[in-house]
T-cell receptor, first 113, second 110 residues
Framework: NAGVMQNPRHLVRRRGQEARLRCSPM?????VYWYRQLPEEGLKFMVY????????ESGMPKERFSAEFPKEGPSILRIQQVVRGDSAAYFC???????????FGPGTRLTVL | GESVGLHLPTLSVQEGDNSIINCAYS??????FIWYKQESGKGPQFIID?????DKRQGQRVTVLLNKTVKHLSLQIAATQPGDSAVYFC?????????FGAGTRLTVKP
């Protein structure tokens, strides 16, 4: 049973470009969470999704950031018009139920030049 | 409040010694707590959890202590090994809300 998969592992973008980060949850998991980790800081919650629904996006910046978890396929975190301050590691986690243990993916390290 | 650009607290221990990592949580209504270990370049890994109706839970070489009076959580690692070197952070959960501490970097000296 494969764990949570994230790709790409490393992503380099220039300012103004778009970044798309993908997360495939563990088999059987329908809850996905996205977190951002800045250097030397803890994980910060961004958004919680179930299939086709955003449950809680209280940690998402109001502009340029969006997330989806379609009926088929991975969850996508999309960052439009990236800026240097978006450089961070982005982790996704999945769980079987809404209060279940979250299993983390390896993360995507985004670097904005 | 949020830490901005601050370095993680560090703990340096000798191989074979016991380690104690502390965490202060913020929500007195949090009823479930998890300790995670994050090695360089990897995602967080679950170590041990504890519910708020307990004050102590033991695993293999690890013990978590919960003091709800002062909203404090600690992780004790017995006979620390070089492979234990990582960042450790706690998470507090209240319903769907999961919040993480900033973490502590544990370095084990051979």
């Amino acid at each position: 049973n494969a764990g949570v998969m994230q790709n790409p592992r490393h992503l380099v973008r220039r300012r103004g470009q778009e970044a798309r980060l993908r997360c495939s949850p563990m088999k059987g998991h329908s809850h996905v969470y996205w977190y951002r980790q800045l250097p030397e800081e803890g994980l910060k919650f961004m958004v919680y999704l179930q299939k086709e629904n955003i449950i809680d996006e209280s940690g998402m910046p109001k502009e340029r950031f969006s997330a989806e978890f379609p009926k088929e396929g991975p969850s996508i975190l999309r960052i439009q018009q990236v800026v240097r301050g978006d450089s961070a590691a982005y982790f996704c986690a999945s769980s079987y139920r809404d209060e279940g243990e979250q299993f983390f993916g390896p993360g995507t390290r985004l670097t904005v030049l | 409040g949020e830490s901005v650009g601050l370095h993680l607290p560090t703990l340096s221990v000798q191989e074979g010694d016991n380690s104690i990592i502390n965490c202060a949580y913020s929500n007195s209504a949090s009823d479930y707590f998890i300790w995670y270990k994050q090695e360089s370049g990897k995602g967080p890994q679950f170590i041990i959890d504890i519910r708020s109706n307990m004050d102590k839970r033991q695993g293999q070489r690890v013990t978590v202590l919960l003091n709800k009076t002062v909203k404090h959580l600690s992780l004790q690692i017995a006979a620390t090994q070089p492979g234990d070197s990582a960042v450790y952070f706690c998470a507090e959960i209240f319903t769907n809300d999961m919040r993480f501490g900033a973490g502590t970097r544990l370095t084990v000296k051979p």
